[in-house]
């Protein structure tokens, strides 16, 4: 019988190696230099009595290359950032910005009425105002009280 040394870490590193070849597989292979592969564009959702409204931050993008799509319950946001023409002279040290296609689907909360709904776009920041159904207007939180 042989004794083997005992390395607390293998199985988490094991674990990590893993996490990260199902996510190449499924998001691809980031390009050199790219920070990450998933280009997610950051999001705001607020409410009022009447709409949601969401808020969803662009830079960089043009109001040609983005595509919004609106359902009852979700909405999906399609686009692409496209590549300036590189400079031959210009020598880089450090390239951080993404270039590429991007797409997020945000579950809403509330069911909204798909064909109410109006986007507008401007300096990098799209906005999204969402009419709630009539019965989603109705809808008011009910206070549940909690017994011992």
Do not use: C
Not at 23 to 49: H, I, K, M, W, Y
Not at 61 to 89: A, F, N, T, Y
Not at 92 to 110: A, M, S
């Amino acid at each position: 019988m042989s004794i083997m040394r005992w390395e607390p870490w293998a199985g988490l590193t094991r674990m990590r190696d893993e996490m990260d070849r199902m996510f190449q597989q499924f998001f691809g292979t980031p390009a050199e230099g790219e920070l990450s592969a998933l280009r997610v564009p950051s999001v705001d959702l607020s409410e009022t009595n009447g709409e949601l409204k969401l808020t969803v931050e662009l830079p960089g993008v043009d109001k040609e290359h983005l595509e919004v799509q609106v359902m009852p319950e979700e909405v999906s946001i399609k686009g692409e950032v496209r590549k300036e023409e590189e400079k031959k002279e210009a020598g880089y040290l450090r390239r951080e910005r993404r270039y590429g296609l991007f797409q997020r689907t945000i579950p809403l909360p509330v069911e909204i009425k798909p064909n109410e709904a109006k986007a507008t776009f401007k300096d990098g920041v799209l906005t999204i105002e969402l009419p709630k159904s009539e019965q989603a207007k109705r809808l008011q939180p009910v206070k549940v009280p909690i017994q011992s």
